[in-house]
């Protein structure tokens, strides 16, 4: 079974302050995505990438930056976290060619900006 | 407006009963069809793909597509009440092969 770890799990932080979420997958999969996941919205992506030193804009990119070091970390940065972007955030990695939307999603983290 | 609309946003469907979930893309640069199930509080896992018009059957889960209106459905039979969750169904777009996802379905299973 594909593996994808994030850290932390559960996070709470201040207005203004800096948060890093962290991806780490052992699929040796070259395509990874972080997603945020609102009531009434489904699962919108906000960066992804297609290997180590590649990120992309997803569709809500705002407020968020994107490192890919490696094949197996990606890591999503909130500069200056806003309350607006209290969610819960999820990171994926898939494959590519005809599997792309087969995608194995870690557990989540959930973000609460005061 | 959602791109990918999901229907009904909630369903609920007696242990043993038949369940049927629809998805519908308003975007006509999108190609294959995924559906994925998430129970509460845990991550979206893959259940089922659709690539081409048709109907497509592994157990109890039966996915139909039809291209032409970029619209797709899923269906489960002989209902569980562990088949009570999130269902969210994913289309892909051409060219960057990235996912859009509808709102999902909630459904619940009654014993």
């Known amino acids: 079974e594909a593996a994808v770890t994030q850290s932390p799990r559960n996070k709470v932080a201040v207005t203004g302050g800096k948060v890093t979420l962290s991806c780490n997958q052992t699929n040796n999969h070259n395509n990874m995505y972080w997603y945020r996941q609102d009531t009434g919205h489904g699962l919108r992506l906000i960066h992804y990438s297609y290997g180590a030193g590649s990120t992309e804009k997803g569709d809500i990119p705002d407020g968020y930056k994107a490192s890919r070091p490696s094949q197996e970390n990606f890591s999503l940065i909130l500069e200056l976290a806003t309350p607006s972007q209290t969610s819960v955030y999820f990171c994926?990695?898939?494959?590519?060619?005809?599997?792309?939307?087969?995608?194995?999603f870690g557990e989540g983290s959930k973000l609460t900006v005061l | 407006q959602q791109k990918v609309q999901q229907s009904p946003e909630s369903l609920i469907v007696p242990e043993g009963g038949m369940a049927s979930l629809n998805c519908t893309s308003s975007d006509r640069n999108v190609d294959y069809f995924w559906w994925y199930r998430q129970h509460s509080g845990k991550s979206p896992k893959m259940l089922m793909?659709?690539?081409s018009n048709g109907e497509k059957e592994e157990g109890r889960f039966t996915v139909h597509l039809n291209k032409a209106s970029l619209h797709t459905s899923l269906h489960i039979r002989d209902s569980q009440p562990s088949d009570s969750a999130l269902y969210l169904c994913a289309a892909r777009r051409n060219g960057n092969y990235q996912l859009i996802w509808g709102s999902g379905t909630k459904l619940i299973i009654k014993p």
């Open positions: 994926a990695s898939g494959g590519t060619g005809g599997d792309t939307g087969q995608l194995y």
């Open positions: 793909s659709i690539f």
